[in-house]
Nanobody
């Protein structure tokens, strides 16, 4: 089994920054893409950003381009999400996910998920 453990969430004022981390462990699998999603109560889990594990190519949803940066440290089996200029509407539970498929913005493409880390942005 593959385990993903997120950390780094918390409370921040609007305009502030947070850095999320996702550490992967467990059995080796053909990990092609790692991604971050976010979800608020009663809503769908939305794609935020993704990175090709071997290529390092990055993808972002339009609303976070220029403010969020996804990166990975292959040696540490960890993916990061640097979030700057945060907005109150970005308050959500942020999830890390892993897929053996190529780039995909749909949650159904991702087989492994972390437990989520809460990000709260106050106005």
């Amino acid at each position: 089994q593959v385990q993903l453990v997120e950390s780094g969430g918390g409370l921040v004022q609007a305009g502030g920054s947070l850095r999320l981390s996702c550490a992967a462990s467990g059995r080796t699998f053909n990990r092609d893409t790692m991604a971050w999603f976010r979800q608020t109560p009663g809503k769908e889990r939305d794609f935020v950003a993704a990175i090709g594990w071997s290529t390092g190519r990055t993808y972002y949803t339009d609303s976070v381009k220029g403010r969020f940066t996804i990166s990975r440290d292959n040696a540490k089996n960890t993916v990061y999400l640097q979030m700057d200029s945060l907005k109150p509407e970005e308050t959500a539970l942020y999830y890390c996910a892993a897929s053996s498929l190529g780039y995909c913005t749909l949650s159904g493409c991702y087989r492994y998920w972390g437990q989520g880390t809460q990000v709260t942005v106050s106005s």
